[in-house]
């Protein structure tokens, strides 16, 4: 058995492993069902740090403590803020569409084939903007109803900038922009980091930084982010580890973690002197504690309505039900939420594509925002919806390509709806103000003009802001919604 374990030591670690690992390899062995004890005794390597890191772990005498927080329902208002993305780049210039004014004639000349009638859209009045009335498309019937109702309300002419631009600096060069313009990867990383001129790896995503200020500042919110796709870039934060929630299933346990509890806690209950073993026993230890004490509070769970959750997007805002309905159990005061839809890349076939997209997108809405009336929190909670970037104006022959600026959407039963924020484009034909070429407009409003309200909403401490929008600074008041403006009282 010693040479068994000699010989796993070599092959799997180096030869690091230290003298208590391969005490819990050699029981793992011999404890095992007969024929069972290499596949056992490689389970238990796998789980060292010895595996995960390289060089010497230089185990320490110090033991780790784990912290045991004692959970109990906040007195303080919660809140959260759920990003709903639309992977792709949606064409949210047939999302919300000018209507009974000049600039319909505009839009009918521009977007020629894919442009949509009276009759595909359903009518809203907005109040400071050129056309006094709008149209949403067909599909987002829920929607209509929660702006006519006060809770949602339109935001416009957005995108990914890293300063103000005009067409003449963009053609010129001569401001700072984005880095690879158009790309979705590129352009994804800078929807969900707003650090969109960064090179190489994004500096985290905007809701894991304001995770970490909300945890961080003044009034210590007890805070936590999850990703319901995968581990998402919105979700993380420097200090900020994202829980990764499976969409249809929620909180997955770690399989036969009563058999394992013992081994676990002797791997992570040491110190190391090489900090990334030392890192990784802590976050084995953190991240298994957290899934086992989210497992539990979700098992115990039930949704108040008779949720729906027929398509992927209802499955995930339904585990995000769940688990805002675990918040007084987790104890919690702050949840961020990352949620996504793919498929809005419509080169062709446009209409009946986004038809099937913005029905999906619009009936999960309607699910999650009846579960959380019911829950009482509605008030309490804000979804708004992002993507890539928007399309071009111009149709390629039946569909559009990667654009740039968008119209996106936020509710909420604190928002004060029914109006469309921003300066709507003054044009949308050739050679506007903002036109970059091939029908690709330029934002006039940065992701901040909307995520910047939301961020206050939710408790962001003033001396926090640079800390979570690092390009704050090369935008003004004007660029930026005000959260009074966002949000009612």
């Not at 780790?64 to 329902?73: I, N, V, W, Y």
């Not at 770690?254 to 676990?264: A, L, R, T």
């Not at 003033?462 to 919604?481: D, K």
Request: net charge negative.
């Amino acid at each position: 058995i010693n040479e068994t374990v000699e010989e796993l030591d070599l092959l799997l670690t180096g030869s690091r492993l230290t003298a208590k690992s391969k005490e819990l390899v050699h029981s793992a062995y011999l404890e095992a069902a007969p024929g069972q004890g290499m596949r056992e005794a490689q389970k238990v390597v796998l789980m060292t740090p010895e595996f995960h890191t390289m060089g010497g772990p230089l185990p320490q005498s110090e033991v780790r403590t784990p912290t045991m927080e004692a959970l109990q329902k906040s007195q303080r208002q919660y809140k959260a803020l759920v990003m709903l993305f639309m992977r792709g780049g949606a064409d949210t210039f047939n999302m919300l569409v000018p209507q009974r004014c000049p600039l319909y004639d505009e839009y009918l000349q521009v977007r020629d084939d894919i442009a949509l009638s009276p009759s595909q859209l359903l009518e809203i009045d907005t109040p400071g903007q050129a056309c006094q009335h709008f149209g949403l498309h067909a599909s987002f019937k829920h929607l209509k109803a929660l702006y006519d109702n006060g809770e949602a309300a339109l935001v416009s002419n957005i995108g990914a900038l890293a300063q103000p631009m005009t067409a003449e600096e963009f053609k010129s060069g001569t401001t700072e922009r984005c880095r690879q313009l158009f790309s979705h990867l590129s352009m994804n990383r800078a929807a969900q980091s707003l650090k969109c001129q960064s090179k190489g790896v994004s500096p985290m995503g905007a809701g894991g930084r304001l995770a970490d200020a909300l945890a961080s500042g003044a009034q210590s919110f007890r805070t936590a982010s999850f990703s319901l796709e995968g581990s998402s870039l919105w979700s993380k934060g420097l200090r900020t580890s994202p829980q990764v929630i499976d969409g249809s299933r929620g909180s997955t346990r770690f399989k036969d973690y009563d058999k394992w509890q013992k081994v676990i806690r002797n791997i992570t209950c040491h110190r190391y002197g090489h900090v990334y073993s030392d890192e990784y026993a802590q976050i084995l230890l953190d991240s298994l504690q957290s899934s086992e004490d989210l497992g539990f509070f979700m098992e115990r769970v039930s949704l108040l309505t008779d949720y729906q959750d027929n398509t992927k997007l209802q499955q995930q805002l339904k585990q995000v039900a769940r688990l805002i309905r675990t918040r007084d159990a987790r104890g919690a005061e702050r949840d961020l939420f990352f949620v996504q839809l793919g498929g809005f890349d419509m080169h062709n076939a446009l209409g009946d594509k986004l038809h099937g997209g913005f029905q999906e997108v619009d009936d999960a809405i309607a699910g999650f925002v009846a579960e959380l009336r019911a829950q009482g929190v509605f008030d309490s909670v804000a979804l708004f919806t992002a993507s890539d970037f928007g399309r071009t104006l111009t149709s390629n022959g039946g569909g559009s390509d990667h654009g740039w600026a968008g119209n996106h959407v936020v509710i909420g039963g604190g928002v004060q709806g029914r109006q469309v924020l921003n300066k709507y484009p003054a044009s949308l034909l050739e050679g506007n103000s903002q036109d970059a070429g091939r029908g690709r407009l330029i934002p006039e409003y940065p992701w901040e003009s909307m995520m910047f309200p939301l961020a206050e909403w939710m408790g962001m401490d003033s001396s926090q802001q640079e800390y979570v929008f690092p390009n704050i600074r090369n935008f003004n008041a004007s660029h930026l919604i005000s959260t009074s403006s966002l949000f009612r009282g």
